[in-house]
C-alpha cells in the first residue's frame, strides 16, 4: 500500500476536491484506495456523501485507543473505502503534542496496518494548516502531492510546503520522504493569469519537481459535487471535471513505474 498525502498549507487550492476525485477516479480503474480524511472538517467524508458519527475517525488510533481496521468504511463505490473525519480531530493536536512521539505517531498507526491492507493506495486529506495533523502526515508518507491553484500567490505558498518537506526529511522523522507532483489546478484557460502561472510552474520547477501534465479545472460542477454528496465521477460523469481527474488518475497511476522526483 503506498502513502499518499495531499497536501497545501493554503486553503481553498482544491486539496479536498483532488482527495477525493483522485481516489475514485483510482477505484474506477480498479486500482483498491483507501480515503483518510484527516480533516476536523470533515468534507473529504460528506463529499463522499459520509455524515461524521462521533468515534469513527483515526482520532483513537492515533491514540492507541483502537486500531485503524475498526475504522475502514466501504464507500457507495467500488473499490473505494473511507476513514471519516470528525471535529474531535481538532482536539487530537493537543492530545499527541503531549507526546514524545508526536510527530509520528501516524506513521505508526498506518506502517503497522500497511502489511494486511487490501488497498494499493491510501489517500491522506491534510488540513489546510501547518499543525500537528499535517505533519504527520508527511512523516507518514512516501510521497506527497501538492495541488497548486492557478492563482498569483500560487508559487509564495508552494515555498513554505516546500520547506516543510525539507523539514521533516532532515529531521529524521521521514528522511525518504519524495513528491509525487505538483498539480495544477483551478485553471481558467479565458484569463491571461491562470496561463502565466501555469507557464511560470513548468518553467522554474519542471526540472526540479514532476508538474502533472493533467490540469483541474475551474468548474461550477466540481463546486457543485461536494454539496450532493458525490465525486465528481458520479455527479457529472462525462463533464471536463470527471475526465481531467480520469486523466490525472491515469497518469499517477503509469507514473508509479517510473522514479519519482526526491
Known sequence: ?????IANQKGGVGKTTTAVNLSAALAELQQPTLLIDLDPQANASSSLGNNPVPGQSIYQPLLGQSTLDSKVQASPYPNLSLVPGEIDLAGCEIEIARNADHLVRLRKVLHEYRSRAPFKYAILDCP????????????????????LQ????????????????????EAGHNPGLSIEGILLTMYDARTNLSQQVAQ????????KIHVFNSIIPRTVRLSEAPSHGKPILAYDNSGIGSQSYRQLAQEFVSRQTAPVTA
Open 1 to 5: 500500500m503506498k502513502i499518499i498525502a
Open 128 to 147: 489546510p494548516s501547518l499543525g500537528i495533523l499535517m505533519t504527520n502526515a508527511l512523516a507518514a508518507a512516501d510521497t506527497v502531492l501538492i495541488p
Open 150 to 169: 492557478c492563482e498569483y500567490f500560487a508559487l509564495e505558498g508552494l515555498s513554505k510546503i516546500l520547506s516543510v518537506i525539507d523539514q521533516i526529511r
Open 200 to 207: 511560470d510552474v513548468r518553467t522554474n520547477l519542471a526540472d
